[in-house]
């Protein structure tokens, strides 16, 4: 995947939309550093799942890290690991979230 144009466009510029795909950009290059992939694979193998779902629901994603203990009570490397991974998929299932309903208002 190219260098995001998205740091070219000034942030007055910037529509909920592009500001939603930032999000998801972020999440795919920090979770793609993290397990070692290539920058494209978190959102070629989850972001897709969530455009296409239509249930998609970040609050959803905060109560599974709510009851799972590991991710909210981190008390080693490996723990953190998943916490952070959490917080990657809440971060893009509420951005394509906002995608959706923003296009369903336009």
Known sequence: ????IMNKIPRHMR???????????SA??????IIKEE???FIEKHVIE?????????????????????AMYARDDGEAF??????LF???????QAVKAY???V
């Open 1 to 4: 995947m190219e260098k995001s």
């Open 15 to 25: 529509t909920p939309i592009t500001s939603a795909w930032k999000v998801i950009e």
């Open 28 to 33: 795919d290059e920090l979770y793609c550093g």
């Open 39 to 41: 920058v494209g694979y």
């Open 50 to 70: 969530f455009i296409e779902d239509k249930e998609t629901d970040g609050d959803l994603f905060v109560e599974e890290m709510r009851k799972d203990s590991l």
């Open 82 to 87: 998943l916490g952070v991974l959490y917080i």
């Open 90 to 96: 809440i971060a893009s299932a509420y951005a394509v």
């Open 103 to 105: 296009k369903s208002r």
